[in-house]
């Protein structure tokens, strides 16, 4: 009996020896293997080629001096940052800045509520093709259609003139109606910036919305809370990321947009954008058209990062929370 259980013994020791081996040489055929760092070698030349060399060079052009022919001169100068800080073009920033900020929150302030109700609704999947369909047409041609509802004898203009003869049609005082100038304002920049990445805005919301616990909502009702106070007490904190995301994937675009300003916008609603391009195109000044895209890069990879640490937070706050009950 002694000799049968020795002998089962060697055996298991034996079969468990051979396992241990053939998962070690399993998982160095694995290591040895692996496609996957062959599978990340397109994407990284990619990223290198298309993204992280025109940066490099775009930064040394910001530190080079202006050729009398339009290029550059490989002198290392400071001179595209201190024109860069001028009183002109630090006002330019601040325009740019202001319409930005102003074009962002009214975008979230339509986004909040258009999120919770694509979120909330049983058609969700018509809705989102709804708010995406702007995307499947040409910027341009998005533009241009809102070029003629703020002309002259656009739309804006039309209910305008009705409002107007009503008015002085009973009146009698016989005024000739003078159309109003929507066109090449900033308010025009402003309304057609909030259309053209309103869904960049609206799909964030509607990601956290879908993904809020909304028992959380009833919790607070049931608390004493009102609905208002529970909605913004506890849905808005609970959709932060969501929140945080629709305003930097709407901010940076606007921010470093010239082509709305171009066409609806005048000298006066001038923004970073077209300085960019006028540095180019005509004053052929590429250190100082290199120094304002670094600007404009440096503040669009620190929106980012901050939306990374935030959300990085929020998740380790979460498993907090998750490893306490």
């Known amino acids: 009996m002694d000799e049968k259980i020795n002998s089962e013994a060697i055996e298991n020791k034996k079969s468990n020896f051979l396992l241990q081996l053939a998962r070690k040489a399993h998982s160095h055929k694995i290591e040895k293997y692996n496609p996957g760092t062959a599978y990340a070698w397109p994407m990284g030349a990619w990223f290198s080629i298309f993204f992280i060399i025109p940066l490099a060079i775009i930064l040394c052009y910001s530190f080079m001096k202006k050729d009398s022919f339009g290029g550059v001169v490989t002198q290392f100068t400071l001179a595209a940052?201190?024109?860069?800080?001028?009183?002109?073009?630090?006002f330019i920033f601040l325009r740019t800045l202001w319409m930005s900020a102003v074009s962002t929150f009214i975008a979230l302030?339509?986004?909040?509520p258009c999120g919770y109700a694509i979120a909330r609704s049983k058609r969700q999947t018509v809705l989102l093709i709804l708010v995406i369909i702007p995307f499947l047409t040409n910027s341009l041609i998005r533009i241009f259609s809102w070029m003629t509802i703020l002309g002259e004898n656009g739309?804006?203009?039309?209910?305008?003139?009705?409002?107007?003869?009503?008015?002085?049609?009973?009146?009698g005082d016989g005024e000739v109606f003078q159309p109003h100038k929507f066109m090449y304002t900033k308010f025009a920049v402003i309304i057609v910036s909030?259309?053209?990445?309103?869904?960049?805005?609206?799909?964030?919301?509607?990601?956290?919305v879908d993904r809020f616990d909304f028992s959380l909502l009833e919790a607070a009702r049931d608390l004493g809370a009102t609905k208002s106070k529970a909605m913004f007490l506890v849905l808005i904190?609970?959709?932060?990321?969501?929140?945080?995301?629709?305003?930097?994937f709407t901010f940076i675009p606007i921010f470093g947009n010239y082509t709305v300003p171009q066409l609806v916008g005048s000298t006066?609603?001038?923004?970073?954008?077209?300085?960019?391009?006028d540095q180019i195109t005509k004053?052929?000044?590429?250190p100082l058209a290199s120094a304002f895209s670094v600007v404009l890069t440096l503040i669009s990879m620190a929106a980012i990062l901050f939306m990374i640490t935030s959300d990085k937070h929020e998740s380790a706050l979460k498993k907090t929370i998750n490893k306490g009950e």
């Open 283 to 286: 004053a052929r000044n590429l």
């Open 237 to 248: 904190p609970g959709i932060k990321s969501g929140i945080i995301s629709a305003i930097i």
């Open 268 to 277: 006066e609603s001038y923004m970073l954008g077209n300085i960019i391009m």
């Open 194 to 208: 909030i259309y053209m990445y309103l869904p960049y805005a609206i799909l964030p919301v509607f990601t956290a």
């Open 109 to 112: 302030i339509i986004a909040l």
């Open 81 to 90: 940052y201190k024109q860069m800080c001028s009183k002109a073009y630090g």
């Open 155 to 171: 739309l804006l203009n039309g209910i305008y003139r009705i409002f107007f003869s009503l008015i002085h049609g009973i009146t």
